[in-house]
């Protein structure tokens, strides 16, 4: 029988095209999301990809009925949590809108997925988890800090698994640390669509691209890096994707590994796992990379260090390659260019 998995935030960007890997990979999915950063149409363009109708329920996390009549009705393998709030900016404003959507939510899924014995979890965690690292590449076991409500929000969530690994060894629970996600599906029929002025550099570069923002503003060009911009970790959403059908994989080998074994049992518990490419590109360098594949300028103009913004963040992706078996494989050209197929395909994303 194939697996079925739950998959919360499943209309949002990352979600929308882990779907799309999943059916691919023979799982079957039912979607839960209340469309607080997402739209219908996302799914149904889900579904002319896949070329069936994909179960959509429209929920919040925070409605324990509604929860309960969906566990009750399916017989889950797992869950994929991506549902969030995740503006960084936003939850320095509204606080316990972060909390309450991001913390309470994730506690009252767990309480559900407990009733109904369903422990296998892949959480969305962040890179930004890590704060301002101490050294480069971040590894998993490097301090973990954060100075905004988003970022505590999904701190906390991790120490909640940790907890709930201890407190009950039936748990398998991976909580995978995106790094910069962008791109969007080859087809340019699924995509990033933020909802106001992007706050995100991708995005942003896109829409000046297209002729709706006038220029970019680049936050700082006095940082120890290549050209004295930021560096990130880009990673394509595709291989994102790609990276949940791997974590969803190894949850389900390792139980019936240890379903097999009679003395040692090895279950998950909480495995913190990195995805990224392990390279950086500066803010600059990214925005050569899309002026070459759009063929546009890129006006842009340096502006002061934003608020809480680091360096040079890229990542250790070698527990991801030796667990998972997955790594990332498109480039940053790739990237830009799906980008950018999405974006004039889309003018005003799924409007
Ligand atoms: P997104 O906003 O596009 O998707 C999140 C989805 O969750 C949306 O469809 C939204 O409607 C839904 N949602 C939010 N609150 C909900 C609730 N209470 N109940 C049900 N649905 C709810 O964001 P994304 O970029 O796809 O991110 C997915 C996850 O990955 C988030 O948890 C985010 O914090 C995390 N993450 C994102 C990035 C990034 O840069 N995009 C980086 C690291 C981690
Ligand atoms: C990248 C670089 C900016 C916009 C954020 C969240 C993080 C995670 C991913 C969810 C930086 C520069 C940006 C602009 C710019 N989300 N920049 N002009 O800050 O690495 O991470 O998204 O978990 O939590 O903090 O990504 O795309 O905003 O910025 O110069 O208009 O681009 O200063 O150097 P960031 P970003």
């Known amino acids: ?124 965690s962040s890179a930004t988890v890590y704060g301002d690292p101490e050294s480069l590449p971040i590894d998993e076991s490097s301090k973990r800090s954060c100075t905004n409500p988003y970022g505590q929000s999904k701190l906390m969530v991790e120490h909640i698994l940790e907890d709930l690994a201890i407190s009950d060894t039936g748990w398998n629970m991976i909580a995978l640390r995106y790094f910069n996600p962008v791109g969007a599906h080859t087809s340019g029929k699924i995509g990033e669509d933020p909802k106001d002025i992007p706050n995100n550099l991708m995005p942003y570069i896109s829409q000046v691209a297209i002729g709706k923002l006038d220029k970019l503003n680049i936050f700082g060009n006095d940082y120890p890096t290549v050209d004295g911009t930021g560096v990130r970790d880009f990673i394509h959403v595709t291989d994102l994707a790609q990276g949940h059908v791997a974590a969803l994989n190894y949850l389900d080998k390792q139980i019936n590994l240890n379903e097999s074994r009679t003395i040692q049992k090895n279950l998950v518990g909480f495995l913190p796992i990195n995805l990224g490419t392990g390279k950086g590109t500066s803010v600059l360098e990214l925005i050569s990379a899309f002026s070459d594949v759009s063929g546009k300028t890129i006006p842009y103009q340096f502006t002061s260090r934003r608020s809480g913004d680091i360096s040079s963040c890229y990542a250790s992706a070698d527990k991801a390659k030796s667990l998972l078996e997955w790594q990332a494989k498109l480039s940053i050209t790739d990237m830009c260019k799906d980008t950018w197929h999405w974006q004039s395909m889309n003018p005003n994303g799924y409007e």
């Open 1 to 124: 029988m194939k697996n079925k998995v739950l998959i919360t935030g499943g209309a949002g960007y990352i979600g929308s095209h882990t779907c799309i890997a999943l059916h691919e990979a023979d799982y079957d999915i039912v979607v839960y999301d209340n469309l607080s950063n997402s739209s219908r149409e996302a799914i149904n363009r889900i579904s002319t990809l896949i070329g069936q109708n994909i179960e959509f329920v429209e929920g919040d996390i925070r409605d324990t009925e509604l929860l309960r009549k969906i566990f009750a009705s399916h017989e889950f393998f797992g869950v994929i949590h991506f549902a969030g709030l995740k503006a960084v900016g936003e939850s320095v404003a509204k606080p316990l809108l972060y909390y309450n959507n991001n913390v309470s939510g994730t506690i009252n899924l767990l309480e559900v997925m407990t009733e109904y014995n369903v422990k296998n979890l892949v959480f969305s």
